[in-house]
């Protein structure tokens, strides 16, 4: 069955730098999450998208925005990165129900 | 703001063993509570619902209670086996008008299960 794609699966980048991670959400599933893992600690709800309207925003710095596009796949923005943002981002997307199907995450690193 | 809490850090059992896990949350109750299995650097994979007005769901060798007065969830892997090694989350659902429901997570708590 298909999952959730997250691209690209590892990213480098300097301070102030800025980055753009994907997700492509399982067919027919009409919202998307996002996810902030930082090493050792649980997963912090970002962001959500509902038929490609913003739901719903948490503990999301100004700095990031995200958009979800008409085929449904979502990018979250990231710029003027810290060092603080180097962690796993997870996608998850949901058939509007309340089980959430995790993406494998995108790993980014800011030096 | 709901807080919730995963017993100890590491859970070490015998393989065989039942491993039991706790989660108890504090301030709101949530309408359903979901478990998640966790891999080193992989995201996490739902494994069971429950809702507030259900006590017990079972899945395969998987157990999960749901107790509203105690605000708490355990949850039972029987006959545990090394392959189930893991972080285990629990997660709440945060209640709002929006259409989505995000979910609050647990500190999980990482299951090791030895031969």
């Known amino acids: 069955a298909a999952g959730v794609i997250q691209s690209p699966r590892h990213l480098i980048k300097e301070k102030r730098e800025t980055a753009t991670l994907k997700c492509y959400p399982i067919p027919r599933h009409d919202t998307v999450y996002w996810y902030q893992q930082g090493p050792g600690q649980d997963p912090q709800f970002l962001i959500s998208?509902?038929?490609?309207?913003?739901?719903d925003k948490g503990s999301i710095p100004d700095r990031f925005s995200a958009q979800q596009f008409s085929d449904y796949h979502s990018e979250l923005n990231m710029s003027s990165l810290e060092l603080g943002d180097s962690a796993l981002y997870f996608c998850?997307?949901?058939?509007?129900?309340?089980?959430?199907?995790f993406g494998p995450g995108t790993r980014l690193t800011v030096l | 703001s709901q807080k919730i809490e995963q017993n100890s850090e590491a859970l070490n059992i015998q393989e065989g063993k039942t491993a039991t896990l706790t989660c108890n949350y504090t301030?709101?109750?949530?309408?359903?509570l979901q478990w998640y299995r966790q891999d080193p650097g992989r995201g996490p994979v739902f494994l069971l619902l429950i809702r507030e007005n259900e006590k017990e769901k079972r899945k395969e060798r998987l157990k999960v209670t749901f107790d509203t007065t105690l605000k708490q969830s355990l949850f039972h892997i029987t006959a545990s086996q090394p392959a189930d090694s893991a972080t285990y989350l629990c997660a709440l659902d945060l209640p709002d008008r929006s259409n989505t429901d995000k979910l609050i997570f647990g500190t999980g708590t990482r299951l090791q299960v030895f031969p």
């Open positions: 301030n709101y109750s949530p309408a359903y």
């Open positions: 998208f509902y038929e490609k309207m913003q739901s």
């Open positions: 998850a997307s949901s058939p509007h129900s309340n089980t959430q199907y």
